[in-house]
């Protein structure tokens, strides 16, 4: 059996007492674990021979991990590895108690599990602290709806997570999930040092009195950083026409959405959006710096536009595919591309 471990932090390798969340990437049919299942597991580490009390030895790898439930008690006798009950019983008790939780880090990898699986639902332990946190969660938009649900005397949050539909089939809201603040590295923060996600468009969850960055720098409060999300700023301005107009170099796809009058509403690039050097002109960069534009501005309430298109770049008709997906109604789509007609007419030859 294979399990590939899925941490809530950049780090690869888990040691002795880690609680790992995993989802199973290999199974022997017909057993007690499915493949793709997410499950809780403790890693443990013992030697590569265990003598047994009849004289038997027995070899198996090195690296050990033990199933557990929400509780944190031994889910049966399943391991990712050749014994079973020797290993449970020599080191289970000891070393589940030296794996600190981390309930801010669950609550990411829970919600980062389903999204990456396309599970509409997912359901999370109550407390205290996921309470406050969902809270904000469903506040700026991350999520669709929150219920309590209850079995068998325990509470948990059972959050829906939001999706968007186009002609292909449903597809995840552009999102990014970090974990700031570690249990080995608290990082703190007042109003004035709050960290900018995205030059604005993202949110800071302060862990103090749960409350977002934007409140934080408001109320003038200090906290410990919990969680880093990116959002959709939505300007307030609203329009429902405007001109869209695409820029299309070999470098570089430059969009900007203007109202009637040529005020920029909204700007963007392929480089603004992460692209760097050759990718910048590809056309799968013009295609979401495209998609990226049209969603900040259908906030706003914009259903017809314009398209005016310049430049021979090679992310022009991407960025035109992704308006036209987005289900704005497009008056008129003009190319002003400058064409070369060499130039005005050259002067007679002098006469001699």
């Known amino acids: 059996m294979c399990i590939r471990i899925l941490g809530a932090s950049n780090r690869r390798y888990a040691y002795i007492g880690d609680i790992v969340v995993a989802v199973i990437k290999e199974a022997v049919p017909n057993t007690t674990l499915e493949r793709s299942e997410v499950i809780r597991a403790v890693i443990v580490r013992t030697c590569k021979e265990l003598k047994r009390s009849n004289g038997i030895i027995i070899q198996y790898d090195d690296n050990a991990a033990v199933v557990i439930d929400k509780e944190g008690n031994p889910k049966g006798t399943r391991i990712f590895c050749a014994i079973a009950r020797e290993l449970r019983q020599l080191n289970f008790t000891k070393i589940v108690s030296l794996a600190p939780e981390d309930t801010i880090a669950d609550i990411i990898t ?24 969902v809270k904000i969660l469903l506040r700026e938009g991350f999520v669709e709806n929150v219920r309590k649900h209850r079995e068998s005397d325990k509470y948990y949050l059972v959050l829906t997570l939001r999706y968007r539909r186009n002609r292909k089939g449903s597809y995840k809201t552009f999102l990014n999930l970090k974990r700031i603040s570690t249990p080995g590295l608290r990082i703190y923060s007042n109003y004035q040092q709050i960290p900018r996600i995205l030059g604005g468009m993202g949110i800071v969850i302060l862990s103090t009195s749960r409350v ?75 295609h979401m710096a495209a998609r990226n534009a049209i969603r900040r501005v259908a906030d706003q309430g914009m259903q017809r536009a314009e398209v005016m298109i310049k430049g021979p770049g090679l992310g022009r008709d991407a960025a035109l595919r992704a308006i036209r997906r987005s289900g704005i109604l497009l008056n008129s789509i003009r190319d002003i591309t400058p064409m070369p007609h060499n130039g005005c007419r050259s002067p007679k030859k002098r006469r001699v």
């Open 110 to 133: 829970y919600i980062r599990n389903a999204d990456m699986n396309r599970k509409g639902m997912v359901q999370i332990p109550f407390t205290n602290i996921t309470e406050n946190t």
């Open 212 to 286: 977002s960055s934007r409140k934080g720098q408001i109320g003038r409060g200090k906290g410990q950083i919990a969680t880093g999300r990116r959002v959709h700023k939505t300007p307030k301005r609203k329009i429902q026409t405007g001109v869209i107009h695409i820029q299309a170099s070999f470098n570089n796809t430059m969009v900007t959405i203007t109202d009637l009058q040529g005020l920029v509403i909204v700007s963007g690039s392929a480089g603004y959006y992460g692209f760097k050097g050759k990718r910048r002109g590809t056309p799968f960069a013009a």
